[in-house]
């Protein structure tokens, strides 16, 4: 089993930066993408980026490619998701999901952590 915690949101001002984290643990080694979804009140949850810990591939969502980045630490335990430049309309729950390899499903998600961006 793998367990996603996730931490770092909170509330900033537009054109200010946050780090969110996703710390994995458990049997870490089957995980084969790790990706940040969003949601935000009376809207769909929606695809931010995605991170393969196998090939180090990233890929990201129109609204946030240039402003976010994620990325993986060595011992694959844990993924960041640096937001940059952060616009009101980001605000949201943002949630780390993984899934293993095969599996087209995103199997495993964490509790969520609050984004909030003032105007």
């Known amino acids: 089993q793998v367990q996603l915690v996730e931490s770092g949101g909170g509330l900033v001002q537009a054109g200010e930066s946050l780090r969110l984290s996703c710390a994995a643990s458990g049997r870490t080694n089957s995980i084969y993408n790790v990706a940040w979804f969003r949601q935000a009140p009376g809207k769909e949850r929606e695809f931010v980026a995605v991170?393969?810990?196998?090939?180090?591939?990233?890929n990201y969502a129109a609204s946030v490619k240039g402003r976010f980045t994620i990325s993986g630490d060595n011992a694959k335990t844990t993924v960041y998701l640096q937001m940059n430049s952060l616009k009101p309309e980001d605000t949201a729950v943002y949630y780390c999901a993984a899934r293993r390899a095969g599996n087209p499903k995103y199997e495993v998600w964490g509790q969520g952590t609050q984004v909030t961006v003032s105007s």
């Open positions: 991170h393969n810990l196998s090939g180090n591939i990233t």
